[in-house]
Nanobody
Framework: QVQLVESGGGLVQPGGSLRLSCAAS????????MGWYRQAPGTQRERVAL???????NYPDSVKGRFTISRDNAKNTVYLQMNSLKPDDTAVYYC?????????WGQGTQVTVSS
């Protein structure tokens, strides 16, 4: 079955950086795009980064220029490098395939940006 395990979150001060990892299994990783999503309390889940199977990337304006998604197909892992973090980036971050292979979500990893 599809399994996605996020890690790397934590507490960071505004302007700081974090690198999130998503370890994937249960499918042919290199054949699928991968996305990072986040959800803060009281908000809708939003996609913050996409990388296609071919390596093309896409970001919403809210994170463009600050976040970078990458993938290592040999490790079945997708990463999210987050720089210049803002308090509004505080959320639980999740990864998933694009297109979705499962409607289920993993545990996510908490990112808190605060002084």
């Amino acid at each position: 079955q599809v399994q996605l395990v996020e890690s790397g979150g934590g507490l960071v001060q505004p302007g700081g950086s974090l690198r999130l990892s998503c370890a994937a299994s249960g499918f042919t990783f290199s054949s699928y795009g991968m996305g990072w999503y986040r959800q803060a309390p009281g908000t809708q889940r939003e996609r913050v980064a996409l990388i296609t199977s071919g390596g093309n990337t896409n970001y919403p304006d809210s994170v463009k220029g600050r976040f970078t998604i990458s993938r290592d197909n040999a490790k079945n892992t997708v990463y999210l490098q987050m720089n210049s973090l803002k308090p509004d980036d505080t959320a639980v971050y999740y990864c998933n395939t694009a297109p979705f292979l499962t409607p289920s979500w993993g545990q996510g990893t908490q990112v808190t940006v605060s002084s």
